[in-house]
């Protein structure tokens, strides 16, 4: 089939909304500063964000698999709506109500992931999946950038800051809801006879190659948090850039390589296998990671920088399709699977944090490290 952008349209637009639970990392560092946290309390604001990935993720993938992909797409739309409405009732006033609001961004963020990248199977080509995986995870991006583009514009030019994201995405969000109601989309049936449950799920774990793809999204998520929040602390560390100012300039240049990268990807899968991208995007992303500890000067840093963005970009799409599309029967399942591990974007950016405090900011980005080396290794398991 062709591609049906009517019905394809509004999944773009969920993907884009996705991104904006990433803006827990760009306010990491901000908040580090203005409240003076460690290294390693700065990490639990990135838990906020990310923790309930852990623990809704795989009910969502259940009640997904009887109630339909379009219905809990809908519902994690409203979830994120209401976090994002409530710190602008409450006028931004208590510090709780806004970690409660990101819980709840967060919440919505998981339910669009775990309906999001299997529904886009069901409005994708045959044969397609993994390149318009990466065009949805590009268009996230675009969300993701924004949670440091808009705070950097906002403050320069109309006085202002952080808080305008607020109603700007409540705006976006309201107006996906929208758009999707009205759309019809046909899912693909569950081709397995038994409905998938909680053992059912369990049970894909004991499948050694689903248990490692499993794992290296924990890691990759981990890792990419960690970047986004860590970032201008190593501008600052390395460069003397003041954190404030010019620190999200780190995390912007990288969500900029990040949605380069994914767009890049969806036109290179044209034409190679994504087994053969991942080997190639995992390298690239190690050598980014290197760069940063021989980075001599800012446009070195920057460059690094770059090439971590285009060496991550395209990980988390290229293991998530790949692994469904080995086993699409169970893609209900192995969703909840996959969006359960993004809690890595809660517990890694912690791990590194301590790392960093104990020995120094450089060694935690040796965490990171560790992350994609995995993956790399992994991208050479061939599936029995």
């Not at 809908?74 to 510090?95: E, K, N, Q, R, V």
């Not at 309906?115 to 996230?140: C, H």
């Not at 799920?201 to 004991?206: A, E, I, R």
């Not at 809690?343 to 490290?369: E, Q, Y």
Request: charged share 10%.
């Amino acid at each position: 089939m062709k591609n049906n952008y009517l019905k394809s349209g509004p999944i773009f637009l969920a993907f884009l909304c996705m991104g904006f639970g990433d803006v827990v990392g760009p306010l990491t560092s901000q908040l580090q500063a203005e409240y003076q946290l460690s290294n390693f309390m700065a990490g639990l604001v990135t838990f906020m964000g990310f923790i309930m990935f852990g623990l809704l993720s795989v009910p969502m993938g259940l009640y997904q698999d009887r109630k339909g992909k379009k219905t809990v797409l809908i519902l994690g739309m409203i979830a994120a709506l209401a976090g994002l409405t409530l710190p602008i009732l409450g006028d931004f006033s208590s510090f709780g109500l806004l970690l409660g609001s990101l819980l709840l961004l967060g919440t919505g963020a998981t339910i669009l992931q775990v309906a999001g990248n299997p529904i886009m199977r069901d409005v994708s080509p045959e044969g397609k999946y993994s390149r318009n995986l990466s065009f949805g995870q590009f268009t996230k991006a675009i969300g993701s950038l924004s949670g440091a583009l808009l705070p950097l514009l906002a403050a320069k030019y109309w006085g202002l800051d952080w808080k305008i994201l607020f109603p700007i995405y409540s705006s976006i969000l309201l107006v996906a809801i929208i758009y999707l109601w009205f759309v019809k989309i046909e899912e693909k049936k569950n081709e397995s006879e038994t409905p998938a449950s909680f053992k059912s799920v369990l049970s894909l774990l004991k499948n050694p190659y689903v248990f490692f793809m499993v794992l290296s999204i924990f890691l990759y998520v981990g890792a990419e948090v960690s970047m986004s929040a860590k970032l201008p602390n190593f501008l600052e560390h390395k460069f003397n850039f003041d954190i404030k100012e010019l620190g999200l300039w780190g995390t912007l240049f990288f969500f900029l390589a990040l949605m380069t990268g994914r767009f890049l990807g969806g036109i290179i899968l044209n034409w190679m296998s994504p087994q053969r991208f991942l080997k190639i995007t995992s390298l690239v992303a190690i050598i980014g990671i290197l760069g940063l500890f021989i980075a001599s000067n800012s446009i070195i840093g920057f460059a690094a920088i770059l090439v971590i963005g285009l060496g991550f970009a395209n990980i988390f799409p290229l293991v998530f399709s790949i692994t469904i599309d080995a086993m699409p029967e169970r893609s209900n399942e192995i969703s909840g699977l996959m969006v359960t591990a993004i809690i890595g974007g809660a517990i890694v950016p912690v791990i590194f944090g301590a790392v960093a405090d104990i020995f120094s900011l450089m060694a935690g980005f040796i965490v990171t490290l560790v992350c994609i080396g995995y993956i790399l290794v992994l991208s050479f398991y061939k599936r029995k």
